[in-house]
Nanobody
Framework: QVQLVESGGGLVQAGGSLRLSCTVS????????MGWFRQASGKEREFVAG????????YTADSVKDRFTISRDNAKNTVYLQMNSLKPEDTAVYYC?????????????????WGQGTQVTVSS
């Protein structure tokens, strides 16, 4: 059984930073592409960032480019999302997702496993 457990969310002031973590079990992590998505209240879930199985390829949404960075540590079965210069519009539930593939993509429908989500709230 594949499990994804996120941590690191919370309340932060605008301009602050947070680092989200997602630890994966039940699957060969080094053969798994990973992604971060977010869903604000009343909005659809959207892609934030993705990373290939080796970390050699990453994608980041234009809305967070230059502020958010995705990375992974295959020895720890963990993917990270470093979020800097946070804005109130970054407030959302952030979800970690895994593919049954090594290749990173941005489309939500190609991710097979999901975490429970972690709330990020940015106050102005």
């Amino acid at each position: 059984q594949v499990q994804l457990v996120e941590s690191g969310g919370g309340l932060v002031q605008a301009g602050g930073s947070l680092r989200l973590s997602c630890t994966v079990s039940g699957r060969s992590f080094s053969n798994t592409a990973m992604g971060w998505f977010r869903q604000a209240s009343g909005k659809e879930r959207e892609f934030v960032a993705g990373i290939s199985h080796s970390g050699g390829r990453t994608y980041t949404a234009d809305s967070v480019k230059d502020r958010f960075t995705i990375s992974r540590d295959n020895a720890k079965n963990t993917v990270y999302l470093q979020m800097n210069s946070l804005k109130p519009e970054d407030t959302a539930v952030y979800y970690c997702a895994a593919r049954s593939s090594r290749t990173v993509v941005t489309e939500l429908r190609y991710y097979d496993y999901w975490g429970q989500g972690t709330q990020v709230t940015v106050s102005s």
